[in-house]
């Protein structure tokens, strides 16, 4: 699906065709999953190269970035939080020269489809490609930055959980962490990725770029100030984790002492009945009046008397 904006007195408005003609008009052109047919049709009016598909999912850095006379190349990384189990990094192309930039993703991504919305009610005076991109990256790092801050609300909810001992909801919380921990990863890849083509943009020599370059700056001070930050919810993810798994080996530990306490406590007990269970013929005790009164008590001392040594020292 192509979306695209072109300048008209100054004022952002929406290429509502898709011809050719039209397009070469716009300002900013978004392709959300396209099609075979799309990608011939970005090719013939971009004046840059148009990867592949295939090229476009690639993140590794001699694909990451390519220059060219009239602009260039750059594949980033945007946090998608789909749902508790489809959280991903969706990877975006941005294809910038001097007259438009495109932007080629295979999911739908919320920072640019808030920017497309921007545009339509027409809230933003961005009249270059370049302010476009750097806008697109602030948005970026501003929910990043978001996406931090609930992540420390739950982190602080799941502790509250975990550490208290008593809590049945400890095995949950795993999940819980185990979920938030995949998260964090994910913000950290896209903070990494981004400080990368913020610097490949800073370092780049182009005339046309000076202007941003202190907004280039101060992107890359936000980066450095949420990496400390990611940093210290990972090492509370892992404390946290280590945290539920001990209390859950606590558990464990005294369901297994109980066992071994009951089992030493009904020992003696057990001795003494197997030994009057006996077939001998020769048993003084089976002819004694008081011999199975005798035989009970000596039972019940012999299971009482552990259980009280135990309980003496602590144990229980």
Known sequence: MIQAFKILDDQIELIKTQEENSLKEAIWIDINEPSIEEMSLISKISSLPVPS????????????????DKGFQLN????QLIGRDDNSNANVLFLVSQDNIITICQDEVPELRLLRKYFKKNTLQLLTPKEILIKLMEMKIDR?????????????KIGKNVLCVDSDGIEDAIEDLAQEDDTLGMI??????????????????????DEEKEDISDILMDIDTLMPHNTFLSEKTDFLMNAAQGFINIQQNKIIKIFSIASVVFLPPTMI??????NFRI??????HYGYPFAI????????????????????
Not at 144 to 156: M, P, Q
Not at 302 to 313: D, E, N, Q, V
Request: glycine content about 4%; hydrophobic content about 45%; aromatic content about 12%.
């Open 283 to 288: 048993m003084p005790e089976l002819s004694w």
């Open 53 to 68: 598909l295939d090229e476009i999912q690639e993140i590794e850095s001699s694909s990451h970035y390519e220059s060219y």
């Open 144 to 156: 990043v930055a978001d996406t931090l801050e609930d992540s420390y609300k739950r982190l602080n």
């Open 273 to 278: 009945a197997s030994i009057y269970g006996m």
């Open 76 to 79: 980033c990384l945007f946090l």
């Open 297 to 316: 008590l000596l039972i019940a001392i012999s299971g009482i008397a552990p259980y009280l040594f135990f309980k003496k020292k602590g144990w229980l």
């Open 188 to 209: 950290r890849l896209c903070l990494m990725d981004t400080q990368r083509d913020m610097l490949i943009l800073q370092k780049r020599k182009s005339k046309w770029l």
